[in-house]
Protein backbone atom coordinates (compact mmCIF):
# COMPACT_ATOMS: atom_id res chain seq x y z
CA UNK A 1 0.00 0.00 0.00
CA UNK A 2 1.46 3.51 -0.97
CA UNK A 3 1.80 5.60 1.60
CA UNK A 4 2.98 8.49 0.24
CA UNK A 5 6.51 8.46 1.78
CA UNK A 6 9.34 8.84 0.15
CA UNK A 7 11.54 5.95 0.76
CA UNK A 8 14.22 7.06 2.90
CA UNK A 9 17.83 7.93 1.76
CA UNK A 10 20.72 5.54 1.78
CA UNK A 11 23.40 8.52 0.67
CA UNK A 12 23.74 11.46 2.27
CA UNK A 13 25.93 14.04 0.96
CA UNK A 14 26.86 16.54 3.55
CA UNK A 15 28.83 19.53 3.61
CA UNK A 16 31.37 18.00 6.71
CA UNK A 17 31.97 14.81 4.41
CA UNK A 18 32.69 17.08 1.24
CA UNK A 19 35.41 18.69 3.88
CA UNK A 20 36.45 15.41 4.87
CA UNK A 21 36.72 13.73 1.39
CA UNK A 22 38.92 17.26 -0.04
CA UNK A 23 41.53 16.33 3.24
CA UNK A 24 42.36 13.21 2.09
CA UNK A 25 42.53 14.07 -1.61
CA UNK A 26 46.39 14.35 -2.35
CA UNK A 27 47.41 17.67 -3.45
CA UNK A 28 49.22 18.48 -6.56
CA UNK A 29 52.88 19.78 -5.72
CA UNK A 30 54.05 23.30 -5.84
CA UNK A 31 55.85 24.60 -8.28
CA UNK A 32 59.32 25.52 -6.66
CA UNK A 33 60.10 29.15 -6.80
CA UNK A 34 63.74 30.33 -8.47
CA UNK A 35 65.71 31.62 -5.99
CA UNK A 36 65.78 35.60 -5.83
CA UNK A 37 70.00 34.76 -5.39
CA UNK A 38 70.89 32.52 -8.36
CA UNK A 39 74.59 30.18 -7.91
CA UNK A 40 76.26 32.79 -9.46
CA UNK A 41 75.38 35.90 -7.42
CA UNK A 42 75.81 33.60 -4.10
CA UNK A 43 79.41 32.93 -5.62
CA UNK A 44 80.31 36.56 -6.08
CA UNK A 45 79.27 37.54 -2.29
CA UNK A 46 81.18 34.99 -0.58
CA UNK A 47 84.12 35.99 -2.78
CA UNK A 48 83.36 39.46 -1.36
CA UNK A 49 83.12 38.37 1.96
CA UNK A 50 86.60 36.25 1.87
CA UNK A 51 87.97 39.31 0.72
CA UNK A 52 86.47 41.40 3.04
CA UNK A 53 87.88 39.09 5.86
CA UNK A 54 91.33 39.01 4.48
CA UNK A 55 91.41 43.14 4.21
CA UNK A 56 90.49 43.30 7.40
CA UNK A 57 93.51 40.99 8.62
CA UNK A 58 94.57 39.31 11.94
CA UNK A 59 93.10 41.13 14.99
CA UNK A 60 96.14 42.89 16.98
CA UNK A 61 96.63 41.33 20.65
CA UNK A 62 97.70 43.74 23.22
CA UNK A 63 101.86 43.51 24.08
CA UNK A 64 102.52 42.54 27.33
CA UNK A 65 105.56 44.37 28.96
CA UNK A 66 106.97 43.58 32.38
CA UNK A 67 109.21 45.99 34.09
CA UNK A 68 111.22 43.94 36.09
CA UNK A 69 113.29 45.69 38.34
CA UNK A 70 113.69 46.78 42.04
CA UNK A 71 112.45 49.64 43.95
CA UNK A 72 113.48 52.43 41.47
CA UNK A 73 110.95 50.37 39.10
CA UNK A 74 108.01 49.39 42.34
CA UNK A 75 107.21 53.01 42.57
CA UNK A 76 108.71 53.07 46.35
CA UNK A 77 106.80 55.17 48.46
CA UNK A 78 104.28 56.24 45.60
CA UNK A 79 101.06 55.83 44.58
CA UNK A 80 100.66 52.54 41.79
CA UNK A 81 99.31 55.37 38.99
CA UNK A 82 102.56 57.18 39.71
CA UNK A 83 105.22 54.56 39.51
CA UNK A 84 107.10 53.54 36.26
CA UNK A 85 104.95 50.96 34.94
CA UNK A 86 102.11 52.52 34.69
CA UNK A 87 103.34 55.67 33.39
CA UNK A 88 105.54 54.16 30.69
CA UNK A 89 102.10 52.24 30.15
CA UNK A 90 100.22 55.45 29.59
CA UNK A 91 103.05 57.46 27.43
CA UNK A 92 103.08 54.47 25.22
CA UNK A 93 99.29 54.46 24.73
CA UNK A 94 98.96 57.93 24.09
CA UNK A 95 102.08 57.16 21.37
CA UNK A 96 99.38 54.58 19.94
CA UNK A 97 100.86 51.37 21.18
CA UNK A 98 98.26 48.62 22.18
CA UNK A 99 100.47 47.72 25.64
CA UNK A 100 100.02 46.48 29.50
CA UNK A 101 102.80 47.50 31.28
CA UNK A 102 103.31 44.84 34.56
CA UNK A 103 104.54 45.85 37.42
CA UNK A 104 106.88 43.07 38.11
CA UNK A 105 109.34 44.58 40.47
CA UNK A 106 110.36 44.07 44.19
CA UNK A 107 111.44 46.98 46.42
CA UNK A 108 114.98 45.55 47.51
CA UNK A 109 115.84 42.83 45.07
CA UNK A 110 119.32 42.65 44.44
CA UNK A 111 119.97 40.34 41.23
CA UNK A 112 120.22 36.96 43.07
CA UNK A 113 116.44 38.08 44.39
CA UNK A 114 115.61 38.64 41.03
CA UNK A 115 117.07 35.38 39.47
CA UNK A 116 115.21 33.50 42.08
CA UNK A 117 111.73 34.99 41.25
CA UNK A 118 112.13 35.26 37.46
CA UNK A 119 109.89 32.51 36.60
CA UNK A 120 106.56 33.74 38.25
CA UNK A 121 107.12 37.73 38.31
CA UNK A 122 107.52 37.41 34.16
CA UNK A 123 105.31 34.36 33.02
CA UNK A 124 105.12 32.67 30.16
CA UNK A 125 103.10 35.15 27.27
CA UNK A 126 105.06 37.68 28.45
CA UNK A 127 106.01 39.67 25.07
CA UNK A 128 108.87 42.02 26.24
CA UNK A 129 110.92 42.18 29.70
CA UNK A 130 112.91 45.33 31.11
CA UNK A 131 115.54 44.56 33.42
CA UNK A 132 116.23 47.04 35.79
CA UNK A 133 118.48 45.40 38.50
CA UNK A 134 121.78 45.73 40.20
CA UNK A 135 121.65 49.10 42.12
CA UNK A 136 121.23 46.95 45.55
CA UNK A 137 124.06 44.97 44.81
CA UNK A 138 126.27 47.73 43.90
CA UNK A 139 124.96 49.29 47.37
CA UNK A 140 125.93 46.29 48.90
CA UNK A 141 129.10 45.55 47.55
CA UNK A 142 128.44 42.46 46.06
CA UNK A 143 131.53 41.04 43.92
CA UNK A 144 130.64 42.76 39.98
CA UNK A 145 131.46 38.65 38.68
CA UNK A 146 128.03 37.82 40.76
CA UNK A 147 126.17 40.41 40.16
CA UNK A 148 127.21 39.98 35.72
CA UNK A 149 126.06 36.09 36.15
CA UNK A 150 123.37 36.94 38.09
CA UNK A 151 122.30 39.42 34.70
CA UNK A 152 123.29 36.83 32.13
CA UNK A 153 121.13 34.21 33.69
CA UNK A 154 118.39 36.51 33.97
CA UNK A 155 118.47 37.65 30.46
CA UNK A 156 119.20 33.70 29.38
CA UNK A 157 116.29 32.85 31.14
CA UNK A 158 113.80 35.21 29.33
CA UNK A 159 115.61 34.24 25.86
CA UNK A 160 115.09 30.31 26.18
CA UNK A 161 111.08 31.39 26.94
CA UNK A 162 111.23 33.95 23.56
CA UNK A 163 110.49 36.85 26.21
CA UNK A 164 112.38 40.02 24.39
CA UNK A 165 114.74 41.84 26.90
CA UNK A 166 115.30 45.60 26.87
CA UNK A 167 118.45 45.64 29.62
CA UNK A 168 118.39 48.94 31.70
CA UNK A 169 121.71 49.94 32.97
CA UNK A 170 123.07 51.33 35.82
CA UNK A 171 126.24 53.18 37.44
CA UNK A 172 128.05 52.82 40.66
CA UNK A 173 127.68 55.91 43.39
CA UNK A 174 131.15 57.57 43.18
CA UNK A 175 131.77 57.36 46.55
CA UNK A 176 132.86 53.55 45.91
CA UNK A 177 136.27 52.98 44.65
CA UNK A 178 136.78 53.72 41.61
CA UNK A 179 137.93 50.41 39.97
CA UNK A 180 134.72 48.82 41.37
CA UNK A 181 132.94 51.70 39.44
CA UNK A 182 134.81 50.63 36.31
CA UNK A 183 134.19 47.17 36.63
CA UNK A 184 130.10 47.68 37.95
CA UNK A 185 129.98 50.17 34.35
CA UNK A 186 131.12 47.42 31.97
CA UNK A 187 128.33 44.96 33.13
CA UNK A 188 125.75 46.20 31.59
CA UNK A 189 127.04 47.03 27.67
CA UNK A 190 129.45 43.99 27.54
CA UNK A 191 126.27 41.66 28.26
CA UNK A 192 123.95 43.77 26.46
CA UNK A 193 126.43 43.27 23.03
CA UNK A 194 127.10 39.37 23.81
CA UNK A 195 123.30 38.30 23.92
CA UNK A 196 122.54 40.62 21.50
CA UNK A 197 120.13 42.87 23.38
CA UNK A 198 118.71 46.67 23.34
CA UNK A 199 120.51 48.75 26.13
CA UNK A 200 119.35 51.74 28.16
CA UNK A 201 123.06 52.82 29.43
CA UNK A 202 121.40 54.47 32.65
CA UNK A 203 117.95 53.92 34.17
CA UNK A 204 118.51 57.44 36.11
CA UNK A 205 119.10 59.58 33.87
CA UNK A 206 118.77 63.01 33.78
CA UNK A 207 117.67 62.75 37.27
CA UNK A 208 121.43 62.84 38.70
CA UNK A 209 121.97 66.70 40.35
CA UNK A 210 118.10 67.10 40.42
CA UNK A 211 116.84 66.99 43.93
CA UNK A 212 113.17 68.48 42.84
CA UNK A 213 113.25 64.80 40.84
CA UNK A 214 113.88 63.16 44.50
CA UNK A 215 112.03 61.37 47.02
CA UNK A 216 113.65 63.33 50.65
CA UNK A 217 116.04 60.24 50.62
CA UNK A 218 117.80 61.87 48.32
CA UNK A 219 117.63 58.00 46.07
CA UNK A 220 114.46 57.30 44.99
CA UNK A 221 112.72 58.59 42.25
CA UNK A 222 109.32 61.05 43.14
CA UNK A 223 106.26 61.27 40.84
CA UNK A 224 107.90 64.18 38.88
CA UNK A 225 111.17 61.86 38.63
CA UNK A 226 109.36 58.90 37.41
CA UNK A 227 108.09 61.29 34.77
CA UNK A 228 111.19 62.37 33.50
CA UNK A 229 112.74 58.76 33.81
CA UNK A 230 109.92 57.71 31.32
CA UNK A 231 110.29 60.34 28.51
CA UNK A 232 113.97 59.96 29.01
CA UNK A 233 113.58 56.16 28.06
CA UNK A 234 110.45 56.16 25.92
CA UNK A 235 112.20 56.78 22.39
CA UNK A 236 114.26 53.21 23.59
CA UNK A 237 111.61 51.05 24.79
CA UNK A 238 109.67 52.30 21.14
CA UNK A 239 112.30 51.43 19.36
CA UNK A 240 112.76 47.97 20.68
CA UNK A 241 109.01 47.82 20.33
CA UNK A 242 109.78 48.35 16.44
CA UNK A 243 112.33 46.16 16.43
CA UNK A 244 109.83 43.07 17.58
CA UNK A 245 107.58 43.96 14.48
CA UNK A 246 105.12 45.95 16.80
CA UNK A 247 103.80 49.16 15.53
CA UNK A 248 101.42 51.72 16.93
CA UNK A 249 97.75 50.65 16.67
CA UNK A 250 97.02 54.01 15.16
CA UNK A 251 94.56 54.35 18.42
CA UNK A 252 95.53 56.89 21.16
CA UNK A 253 95.05 56.16 24.02
Known amino acids: ?????????????????????????????????????????????????????????????????????????????????????????????????????????????????????????VPDGTDLAIVELGANDMLRGVDTGVTAKNLADIVGGLQKRGIRVLLAGMYAATELDAAYRERFAAIYPGLAKRDGVPLYPFFLAGLIGHPELHLADGMHPNAAGVRAIVGNMLPTVEETLKGMGVAPSGVKG
Open 1 to 121: MDSGRRPPQTHVHTVERDRSLNHHRPSKPRARRPHPYGPARLRCQLAAAVLFVASAGPALATTTIAAFGDSLSAGYQLPADAAFPAVLEAALRRDGYDVRVNNAAVSGDTTQGGLARLDWS
